[in-house]
C-alpha cells in the first residue's frame, strides 16, 4: 500500500469492479483510452491486475481518496508490453472524471513512481499515452518525465484505423526523479 497525502493506492477488492466499471464505462474517460468497458471487461481487467500483482508485485492499483476512502481510479506500475515501453516499468493512471483537475493524477503518479524506485532494479520509468491526450501529457511532464519523440509510435494492439493509434514516449531516469 501506498499512502500520499490524499491518497490511497492499494491491492484491488472484489467489491471494487461495480465502481470502477462505472469509471470505466464514462466515454469522457475513455475518450483517449478506447471503447467503454462491460461489467465482465473490468472484472476482467481487475483480475489481470491482481496476477500482476501476485507474480510482480506491482500492478495498477486501486487509487482511493483519504477522506472518504472512495474509489477514484487506479495508478501504479507494470511492466509494460507495447512499442519502446515493452518490459519496461510504465507509469499509469486513470481517474474518474469527476476527480480531474484536482491534482489526484499528478500526487498518485508521484507516489507510485517514488515506489517504482525504491523497489524496483529500473533505472528508468516510462509513460505512453495517445499523442492527443494533453491531460496524461500534462502529468508526465509534472513529474518531470521527458518526452521522447524519437521513440512515438503507432501502438500494435489498436487497430490501423483507430485514430488512438500513434502514441508518444516519456521517460525519466531514477537521478532525475531524485530532483524532482
Known sequence: ????????????????????QAICSDPAVMATLGPPLDMAQTA????RMREME???GHCFWAVERRTDAKLIGWCGVIRGSAGPVDGKAELGWRLARDCWGAGYASE???????WAFANLPDDDIWAITWRGNA??????ERLGMRHRPELDFNHPKIM???????HVAYSMTRSTSEKA
Do not use: Y
Not at 135 to 140: I, K, L, Q, W
Not at 160 to 166: E, T, V
Open 1 to 20: 500500500m501506498i499512502e500520499t497525502e490524499r491518497l490511497v493506492l492499494r491491492s484491488w477488492r472484489d467489491d471494487d469492479v461495480a465502481t470502477f
Open 54 to 56: 501476485c507474480g510482480h
Open 44 to 47: 476482467a481487467l481487475i483480475d
Open 160 to 166: 490501423a484505423d483507430d485514430p488512438l493509434r500513434p
Open 108 to 114: 498518485a503518479a508521484r507516489g507510485a513512481r517514488d
Open 135 to 140: 491531460r496524461s501529457r500534462a502529468v508526465m
